[in-house]
């Protein structure tokens, strides 16, 4: 079932996550698999001073054009990057960075899980107090300057104590800068180095040491910030507890930690206790608040059979589970490696700012040059008042507020989603689903519950042995993960089964095998009217239960069909409500669906869909999405089976139902909505225009300010302490600005 079906353009689509030139690149892809499997072919290291996407793209830079890297992995949230590459290939990679002036630092094997500290506990000292202290003695500085103006040993010591500032408060900036002047690359780092240094040089050396610290102290406030967002989701990790009560070989119980607790072990939650690993019930029966990893509302009843998640609640009964998943494998896990994987996926705002920046520093810093040479000859200013005014300039045209404001966003906004139990893989899904203009909706497991009921099964002979035909059945259905399958082998009231041999499940068809040497098969309509075994009476009989708004799956063997099994599935509370949504936001649905035309345009007209399409198979349905997008324009497909695959990866996004669907519609999907509550897509929707919104509100905010200043430095008396709040304040604006959508709500 774990089969990968993507389609090489979905791969395409996925792979924003690797390096800009030269690097193999990776799909994004709902973890399925151990995070321990995924990240086995990189070696990864924690880069402490990596802390922002401007880092992320000197990184990049700096490996741009090495040879034998196959692939890089940013995960900005813990600071760390995978880097896949040879031997040699790494070494050079390690020496590059570290010549950028970064310090990679391999995380160990008993670091594998992805879920690291996103900072590092390194006391008060190295936190805030050397920050706290350099601001002290710039201020000491700035008064022995106003006090003391000509007075020599108070010269001598406001100096001294603004050089200690500045090392205090600017060790870190000046190792990047210096690094980055060498490479002769312009960053906000090199910026700041010229910048400070020019000032302390011409004798404005409070005013630099000043600078330096209020700089580093909002650069602090500022990475606070933006750990703040990237912890939103990491924060889950929390909620599930530590240790778990599992059942020992002599029947005893024994609190043990999560992480040693391994698979097929039975655990134990009491009333009030949240679930410790992702099981299925074995004993009990409780309500279980799911809303940390699906978003539910409202707690939903389990019993023997039912899943339990890593992270949730038990709330009113005790209950023992069958662990299914490691703790490093849990769906609460899972969620967040996906998150920290779309977190690396750069969205279509960030590429675009990342490429005006790198046009931007240098054209800015070509400007301070001029400013410098020309103001003294065209505005009568001393050649020390022009340099000052083009040191100025360089911290005001710092892009800082300008890089960071599309990442710290984008990571909101998902964070968001997923709170919401929506797991969108990338930026670029975020950005790009508010420019869907149709919706593809399978019908089974997506606008129905996906959990159909057996209401009839009826023998074709009357004369044959229900019996029989009933065993017939459920042998053939128990082999199938299929609802209607599902469906057919708990309605059967016979409890015997026999051997099948040969079995095979025909997608979009239903099943087929042999028992005792005679093959049978539990088919749709459409495939016994290919076997052409349907006869005017029986197009009669399932007529009639086809306008009732039951699926008929027939069972019969080679020469004809043997029994009918009606199933009947209810709509979803929430379709009707999602589908209206849909509308006014201006979204058309369409119904795509395998099953026969009657049954979809009854359970269509209950949800209100007006396009329907039905007898489709997996080629067909991928047909309908290249039809639709030609038609329409950008299409989402919705589904959560084998036989939707196709589509979902051919859709310019893709919405797999995570609650029912298989792993191959998860890996095939953008997005995976984890409680199968289909008002998720306008929620989405919703989400994808607010972040659009904020994204460009951050960006105009801050080419904004950094324009006024620019005009004032030039044109009139702007200070560096102007310049400093320019850039800070800038920064800061555009990082709350783009927290503001942890607090917005998507939707109920």
């Known amino acids: ?62 490996l741009d054009g090495l040879s034998g890297i196959r692939g890089l992995q940013f995960n900005l949230g813990s600071r760390e990057l995978a880097i896949d590459a040879d031997e040699q290939a790494l070494l050079m990679a390690l020496n590059a960075i570290r010549k950028a002036g970064f310090k990679p630092e391999a995380v160990g094997s008993e670091d594998q899980t992805g879920t690291a500290p996103i900072t590092q506990s390194s006391g008060f000292w190295a936190s805030w107090g050397k920050l706290i202290c350099a601001l002290a003695l710039a201020m000491a500085a700035e008064g022995l300057a106003f006090a003391f103006p000509v007075s ?8 001294a104590l603004a050089a200690a500032a500045i090392a205090l408060a600017g060790f870190s900036v000046y190792g990047k800068g210096l690094s980055a002047l060498l490479q002769g690359r312009l960053n906000i780092n090199a910026l ?24 580093a102290i909002a650069e602090a406030i500022e990475a606070r910030a933006v750990d703040r967002a990237r912890g939103a989701i990491k924060s889950l990790l929390a909620l599930a507890p530590e240790e778990a009560e599992v059942r020992q070989k002599d029947g005893s119980w024994v609190r043990t930690g999560v992480k040693e607790v391994v698979v097929e072990s039975v655990v134990r939650i009491r009333p009030g206790e949240r679930v410790p690993l992702d ?18 509302s409202l707690p939903i009843d389990k019993t023997i059979g ?84 083009a040191l100025v300039l360089l911290v005001i045209a710092c892009p800082c507020a300008l890089v960071i404001s599309t990442p710290v966003t984008v990571v909101s906004g998902l964070a968001a989603g997923a709170r919401r139990g929506i797991l ?26 996906g959990k159909p009921k057996l209401v009839a099964l009826e023998a074709v002979d009357t004369n044959s042995n229900t019996t029989l035909l009933e065993g017939l059945a459920k042998s053939l259905a128990i082999r199938s993960d ?76 080679k020469e004809q069909v043997l029994a009918i099994c009606a199933v009947a599935d209810t709509i979803k509370p929430s379709s009707a409500q999602a589908v209206a949504d849909l509308k006014s936001l201006g979204v058309t649905p369409v119904m795509l669906t395998g099953d026969n035309i009657a049954t979809a345009r009854t359970v269509a007209s209950q949800a209100g869909i007006a396009e329907v399409r039905g007898n489709l198979l997996p080629e067909d349905k991928l047909q309908a999405i290249s039809e639709l997008q030609q038609r329409y324009g950008n299409t989402a497909m919705t589904g959560d089976g084998i036989n939707d695959a196709p589509a979902l990866a051919k859709a310019d996004i893709g919405f797999a139902m995570g609650g029912a669907g298989t792993h191959t519609a998860m890996e095939a999907a953008d997005v995976v909505v984890m409680n199968d509550d289909l008002r998720r897509l306008p929620e989405t929707i919703r989400l994808s225009k607010r972040t659009h919104a904020v994204l460009w509100q951050n960006i105009a905010l801050a080419l904004g300010i950094k324009v006024v200043f620019l005009v004032l430095a030039i044109f009139d008396n702007a200070s560096m302490w102007m310049a400093v709040f320019a850039d800070m304040g800038a920064s800061l604006l555009v990082v709350f600005n783009g927290l503001r959508l942890l607090k917005q709500k998507t939707g109920d």
């Open 1 to 62: 079932m774990k089969e990968k079906i993507l389609s090489s353009t979905h791969q395409h689509q996925q792979a924003e996550t690797s390096c800009s030139n030269g690097c193999t690149k990776t799909p994004v892809a709902m973890a399925s698999v151990s995070s321990n499997a995924r990240m086995a072919a990189s070696k990864r290291f924690r880069i402490e001073n990596m802390d922002c996407a401007s880092e992320e793209s000197e990184i990049r830079r700096a």
């Open 152 to 159: 020599l040993p108070a010269k001598a010591l406001g100096m």
């Open 192 to 215: 700041m180095t010229v910048a400070v240094t020019g000032a302390f040089l011409i004798g404005q050396w409070p005013e630099a040491a000043m600078v330096m610290a209020l700089y």
């Open 279 to 296: 099981g299925i019930v074995t004993l009990g029966q409780s309500a279980i608040d799911q809303s940390p990893v699906t978003g539910e």
């Open 306 to 389: 039912d899943e339990v998640y890593a992270g949730t609640i038990n709330q009113s009964a005790a209950l023992e589970f069958r662990v299914t998943a490691p703790a490093s494998d849990s769906t609460l896990a899972r969620i967040i490696h996906a998150v920290e994987q779309a977190q690396s996926s750069r969205a279509p705002t960030q590429r675009f700012v990342d490429r005006f920046a790198a046009i931007y520093t240098p054209a800015v810093f070509i400007l301070a040059i001029a400013v410098a040479l020309l103001t003294p000859w065209f505005m009568g200013l001393t050649w020390m008042q022009a340099v000052y005014k």
């Open 424 to 449: 969108i893989k990338g930026g670029v899904y975020l950005e790009d689903a508010r420019k869907i203009k149709a919706v593809a909706l399978d019908k089974t497991g997506t606008i129905t519950e």
């Open 482 to 557: 299929h609802p209607v399958s599902k469906a057919i082998a708990e309605g059967v009231s016979t409890t015997s089964t026999q051997d099948v041999a040969d079995f095979q499940a025909v997608a979009g068809r239903g099943v087929q095998g042999v028992i005792d040497g005679q093959p049978y098969v539990l088919a749709n309509h459409r495939w016994i009217e290919e076997r052409g075994q349907c006869s005017a009476e029986l197009e009669a009989r399932l007529a009639v239960h086809e306008q009732a708004g039951r699926t008929a799956t027939l069972l019969a063997n």
